[in-house]
């Protein structure tokens, strides 16, 4: 089965804690960071946000400690490709195709674009 990298408003929550934090946290730290922020939530609550972080990977627990897994950044890049993936078959030119369909493009943003176009064939 294929595991989805999509998360909800509150694991980006738990997830914007952890990313800002340079070391792993421990769970009973991570319900009070919450708590300071509005979610006065039970451990249970936090645990089962924790274990579907996990499953899909983006974090790792060890003993009662939780850090990411993946970066903002590479999450990001993950969710854009399972987005391509899912709606472009993984093809970059089918999503500039239906972009050029729909979009008014400035000429600053072509710009952009086609100097993203050249750096990527020169890889």
């Given amino acids: 089965m294929k595991v989805s990298h999509n998360i909800t408003d509150t694991e980006k929550s738990v997830m914007d804690i952890l ?15 919450m708590k300071e922020k509005g979610k006065n939530w039970k451990r249970q609550t936090l645990n089962t946000l924790l274990f579907r972080l996990e499953e899909k990977g983006i974090v790792n627990r060890t003993r009662a400690y939780v850090q990411p897994a993946l970066s903002r950044e590479e999450l990001l890049q993950v969710q854009t490709q399972e987005l ?4 472009y078959g993984g093809k970059p030119a ?4 239906a972009l050029a369909g729909r979009a008014k493009l400035t000429a600053e943003d072509a710009d952009r674009l086609e100097t993203l176009l050249e750096e990527i064939k020169n890889r």
């Fill in 94 to 97: 089918n999503f500039f195709a």
């Fill in 84 to 87: 391509l993936d899912d709606l």
């Fill in 19 to 33: 990313w800002d934090r340079p070391d792993a946290v421990a769970t009973r730290e991570l319900l009070d960071l």
